[in-house]
């Protein structure tokens, strides 16, 4: 299972591999690291190269608190299919508000929403399988539908603009 674990303005990408009797196998960022796993009070430790990492539910999901040696660190943690619904609805500039792009490969499996639609930010447009997940796409933005690009049924790409609001 792949991870995006962000800490600030870093940023890494943890590939778990194994987790069995106690033991984890990933890579962070490429490199191969195993650590034993235990849970103690709610708390899970992680015990990798003689140093310590205590991981505790804090703040608000996916937030962790993660406490070290050296002191507390906030971190926030994604899967892939999070990951890249954050990243497609991320605006770049002016336009990109404006359209609804697929985040990964999938099928389209509903059109919520029509050209003309008036439509609220937040309401679902799109709904794509990937990943044998179903994932609605909302709109970013209140305003109206100028133009529909996908199809029940349909195929789409990672970044493929499904809808354009105006």
């Known amino acids: 299972m792949r991870y995006h674990v962000r800490q600030?303005?870093?940023?890494?990408?943890?590939?778990?591999?194994?987790?069995?009797?106690?033991?984890?196998?990933?890579?962070?960022?490429?490199?191969?690291?195993?650590a034993e796993i235990r849970t103690v009070d709610g708390a899970i430790l992680l015990c990798a190269q003689g140093r310590t990492l205590e991981i505790v539910s804090g703040g608000k999901?996916?937030?962790l608190a993660l406490w070290t040696a050296e002191g507390e660190l906030e971190v926030e943690v994604l899967d892939d299919r999070q990951a890249a619904a954050r990243a497609a609805g991320k605006s770049t500039g002016s336009g990109a508000e404006r359209t609804v792009?697929?985040?990964?490969?999938?099928?389209?499996?509903?059109?919520?929403?029509?050209?003309?639609?008036?439509?609220?930010?937040?309401?679902?447009?799109?709904?794509?399988?990937?990943m044998k997940m179903e994932n609605e796409l909302a709109a970013p933005m209140s305003g109206t539908v100028r133009s529909v690009h996908a199809e029940p049924g349909k195929t789409v790409e990672s970044g493929q603009i499904l809808v354009e609001l105006e």
């Open 61 to 63: 999901p996916p937030r």
């Open 8 to 34: 600030g303005d870093r940023s890494v990408v943890v590939d778990v591999d194994d987790v069995r009797d106690g033991i984890v196998r990933a890579r962070i960022d490429g490199l191969e690291v195993e």
């Open 101 to 130: 792009r697929s985040p990964m490969p999938g099928r389209v499996v509903k059109v919520l929403a029509a050209p003309g639609d008036a439509v609220e930010r937040g309401q679902g447009l799109v709904v794509v399988e990937a």
